[in-house]
């Protein structure tokens, strides 16, 4: 004995709607409130943060960064320790204040 659901199953969406009534194109605007309101389709509450695509695809993007990692025996970067993160920064600014300096004179005397 084959069931309702294991019939309706085989049927597209569009299908089933028409079996269940077939003017429904006069009544709804479009086959998703035909179906919502015979019980066919329903919504599901979920999260606001699932319903971001940079959320989806970061959870994507981190999978299959795993699995080229798995594919070609990647292994992570060591962590660099903080004492070493802070003195590599601080370098960084530092040359960076530098070449702003040494270029601020070459602006004044363009700009005369």
Not at 25 to 37: G, I, M, R, T, V
Not at 42 to 56: D, G, I, K, T, Y
Not at 64 to 79: G, H, N, R, T, Y
Request: glycine share 2%; hydrophobic share 35%.
């Amino acid at each position: 004995m084959t069931g309702f659901a294991e019939t309706s199953q085989r049927k597209s969406l569009r299908e089933q709607v028409e079996s269940l009534l077939p003017a429904w194109q006069s009544w709804y605007p479009s086959l998703f409130h035909a179906a919502e309101d015979l019980g066919l389709i329903r919504a599901r509450v979920c999260s606001p943060s699932s319903l971001m695509l940079s959320n989806r695809h970061a959870a994507v993007q981190s999978e299959a960064l795993q699995a080229f990692k798995a594919q070609w025996s990647v292994e992570d970067e060591p962590e660099v320790p903080e004492q070493e993160h802070s003195l590599l920064l601080r370098r960084i600014q530092n040359e960076a204040r530098h070449r702003k300096d040494r270029l601020q004179p070459q602006f004044k005397r363009r700009q005369k």
